[in-house]
């Protein structure tokens, strides 16, 4: 099992910055990706960064340039780096984790409320 805890969530102006961590415990050998989801009240979850075992990352389109995900191995936390956050950038921002296999197994994070105020 793994657990996410995520915290770094609150409330923020217009242009403002936010950074999000997400600590991973238990049994994290064999994780492939850490990736950080959105959900916004009445729409569906989804993707915004995504950071491999590697370190190769990816974002959607809406926050590139803005958003920065990164990891620090040694203490198996991911972050999100967030600026100049907009609006639209509201929702809860939940971590997940998959580990590989046959077939591949997900983990969620509890999430964490951000809102941003314009």
């Known amino acids: 099992q793994v657990q996410l805890v995520e915290s770094g969530g609150g409330l923020v102006q217009a242009g403002g910055s936010l950074r999000l961590s997400c600590a991973a415990s238990g049994i994290i050998f064999g994780i492939n990706y850490m990736a950080w989801y959105r959900q916004a009240p009445g729409k569906q979850r989804e993707l915004v960064a995504i950071?491999?075992?590697?370190?190769?990352?990816n974002y959607a389109d809406s926050v590139k340039g803005r958003f920065t995900i990164s990891r620090d191995n040694a203490k198996n936390t991911v972050f999100l780096q967030m600026n100049s956050l907009k609006p639209e950038d509201a929702g809860v921002y939940y971590c997940?984790?998959?580990?590989?296999?046959?077939?591949?197994?997900?983990?969620w994070g509890q999430g964490t409320q951000v809102t941003v105020s314009s």
């Open positions: 997940k984790a998959e580990r590989g296999g046959l077939p591949p197994v997900t983990y």
């Open positions: 950071i491999s075992t590697g370190g190769s990352t």
